[in-house]
């Protein structure tokens, strides 16, 4: 079975097949943060639905390239810099570094490549200078150059190869020149910004006179430069469809004449508590708002995963407390695996059908959701497993206790090749303090020297402290409360 994806470019689900002659290498490109402010939680899904995308890939055994720019240079961050007095590095390279932790707080594997915009000036400019000699850009009388929509369709290329777009209502020679603009005015967007007294002193020299790029083109520029004309797969947030999208494809393809990209990938909207994040309703968070309540990384993107890339997802606290719920059950569940499969490793192979079920669910468009109903199908099938096992041995059967570690060591591997998908981990046993570990050897030591004064003392004074002491078939172990 291949793997299926959804692609905005077709409005279908098609098999996966990367450029690659031999389908090893992929090519992905995701657009990244543009550092003006903290990541809030709507961004953190795209992310963590990109991390899905790659580990997915790499966990089939694809050697992918993944790219994620760094905006560091757009209409929000020019004011924004103005406002702060900083200088634009600065300004910008305290978000980047928030970004880039922020990034490691949810576990996303690090972007292989993460090229800057404002260091890709040259690239950027001889990409334009290449859509001026084709035609279909030019420049206007503010100094600005403009891509010429019109020019572009004159030359029997596509524009709204992603949306459905009305050209009745277009009105001819319109043009915008801000970053961010609705499909209603589907106009000549600015490629090159002529320099204007509010940019201060952000600007840089061009053929075109001194200024700075639009957005759009530096996605377009830095993409073609590190994976090619021509790649397997873009990623973003639905809102950058339009006109972002849609427009890196007309730069793209108006300067090389080239199909841009092959799947085109969207996640959907988040909403929080039911409703569209704003600040003004107060449900408006970044990561570290989150981390602030109290809750981890792991939660968070636990919570993340667990709904199809192209659902909108409603993020709630509650939604958070039943990821630390859910989270607890697979922990405790490790927990026994480790605790029977002692020092004995298997292969993943002789576990039955954890990785089967999951890689299904996953090849069906990255179906995340029904893989955790495997993950979890699992989970209890295992604590069946285990509870077996301590009737057998309170029973005092006479058990092949190696042949129980094997099944264990192989159900932990199996769980271990699925988690290098899920990115989630496992809690383990270091982040019990060791305090709590010397106060249980302690415990076994006065239990085993019949002192059950001293032992219940020590059982008390680990409760107080959030430690409740289990004794099982193999000794005891301390759960937190
Ligand atoms: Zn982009």
Same mark, same amino acid.
């Given at each position: 079975m291949g793997l299926k994806l959804f692609n905005t470019l077709s409005r279908s689900v098609q098999e996966f097949a990367p450029l690659d002659p031999d389908e090893k290498k992929v090519g992905m490109y995701c657009c990244g943060?543009?550092?003006?402010d903290f990541a809030h939680i709507g961004n953190w899904r795209t992310f963590v639905f990109a991390d899905l995308v790659r580990r997915y890939l790499e966990f089939k055994g694809h050697t992918v390239t993944h790219v994620m720019n760094i905006t560091d240079i757009e209409d929000k961050i020019i004011k924004r810099v103005r406002e702060t007095k900083m200088t634009l590095r600065e300004f910008t390279g305290k978000y980047e570094t928030a970004f880039l932790e922020d990034l490691k707080t949810l576990n996303c594997r690090e972007p292989h490549q993460k090229p800057r915009a404002t260091e890709h000036i040259p690239e950027i400019t001889s990409l334009i200078e290449k859509l001026i000699q084709r035609g279909v850009a030019y420049k206007a009388a503010d100094g600005s150059v403009y891509f010429s929509i019109e020019k572009y369709r004159g030359c029997g290329c596509n524009y709204g190869q992603l949306l459905k777009l009305n050209f009745d209502e277009m009105r001819a020679g319109e043009r915008v020149k801000s970053d961010e603009y609705a499909k209603e005015s589907i106009a000549d967007f600015a490629l090159w910004k002529a320099r204007v007294p509010e940019d201060g002193d952000i600007f840089w020299p061009s053929p075109f006179g001194e200024g700075r790029p639009g957005w759009h083109i530096e996605c377009s520029a830095m993409s073609m430069k590190i994976l090619g004309a021509s790649f397997d797969l873009h990623l973003g947030g639905?809102?950058?469809? =339009?006109p972002h999208h849609e427009d890196e494809i007309a730069q793209s393809e108006g300067a090389t004449g080239k199909p841009f990209v092959k799947y085109w990938l969207h996640g959907a909207h988040l909403l929080v508590e039911g409703k569209k994040m704003s600040k003004s309703l107060g449900n408006f968070f970044t990561l570290r708002d989150l981390l602030a309540k109290g809750f981890t990384g792991r939660e968070i993107r636990y919570l993340l995963l667990? $709904?199809?890339?192209r659902e909108t997802f409603n993020f709630t606290m509650e939604g958070l407390q039943g990821a630390r719920a859910a989270l607890a059950r697979i922990d405790e569940c490790i927990g026994k695996l480790r605790e029977l499969a002692g020092n004995t490793t298997a292969l993943p192979?002789? *576990?039955? =059908?954890l990785i089967p079920r999951f890689s299904a669910a996953l090849e069906d468009d990255l179906n995340v959701s029904s893989g955790w109903a495997a993950v979890f199908d699992w989970v209890r099938s295992n604590n069946l497993f285990y509870h077996v096992l301590q009737d057998e041995e309170i029973r005092g059967a006479n058990l092949n206790t190696k042949n129980w570690a094997i099944r264990a060591a192989a159900k932990l591997a199996a769980w271990e090749k699925v988690d290098t998908v899920l990115g989630i981990g496992t809690k383990s *046993? $270091? *982040?019990?303090p060791t305090e709590a570990i010397s106060l249980l050897e302690a415990r076994q030591a006065a239990r085993k020297a019949k002192d059950f004064k001293k032992s219940d003392a020590i059982r008390d004074e680990l409760k107080a402290n959030g430690w409740l002491i289990e004794d099982t078939p193999k000794g005891s172990k301390l759960k937190k409360i």
């Open positions: 943060p543009t550092v003006y639905e809102d950058l469809i =339009f667990t $709904a199809h890339y192979e002789q *576990e039955d =059908f *046993e $270091a *982040e019990i």
